[in-house]
């Protein structure tokens, strides 16, 4: 059973930068597609940034394009998403989750295995 730990969610003044990571056990990583996603208070959960499985293909929402970079570093079994530039709006606990195959779904209900979250506050 995969299991998955976020890390390194902080508070931090707007314009800063931070990286999260996603630790995986149980199974490979390299198996299994990987979202971020992030809920606000009061909002809907979204997803932010994916990388898949075939060539590690990414994909992200418009609002994070060009700020937010997703990698996964197998050796480790982890998957890692820098966030530069940070917004107020980007406030939010953010959440990893795997799906195993290789499709690439971007709908929150195809991801199957969870980490617990992780806080990121943007604030000055």
């Known amino acids: 059973q995969l299991q998955l730990v976020e890390s390194g969610g902080d508070l931090v003044q707007p314009g800063g930068s931070l990286r999260l990571s996603c630790a995986a056990s149980?199974?490979?990583?390299?198996?299994?597609?990987i979202g971020w996603f992030r809920q606000a208070p009061g909002k809907a959960r979204e997803g932010v940034a994916f990388?898949?499985?075939?060539?590690?293909?990414?994909y992200y929402i418009d609002s994070v394009k060009d700020r937010f970079f997703i990698s996964r570093d197998n050796a480790k079994n982890t998957v890692y998403l820098q966030m530069n530039n940070l917004k107020p709006e980007d406030t939010a606990v953010y959440y990893c989750?795997?799906?195993?195959?290789?499709?690439?779904?971007?709908?929150?209900?195809?991801?199957?295995?969870w980490g617990q979250g992780t806080q990121v506050t943007v604030s000055s």
């Open positions: 149980g199974d490979t990583l390299d198996s299994y597609a």
């Open positions: 989750a795997a799906f195993r195959g290789t499709a690439m779904p971007l709908i929150l209900s195809e991801y199957k295995y």
């Open positions: 990388i898949f499985v075939v060539l590690d293909r990414t």
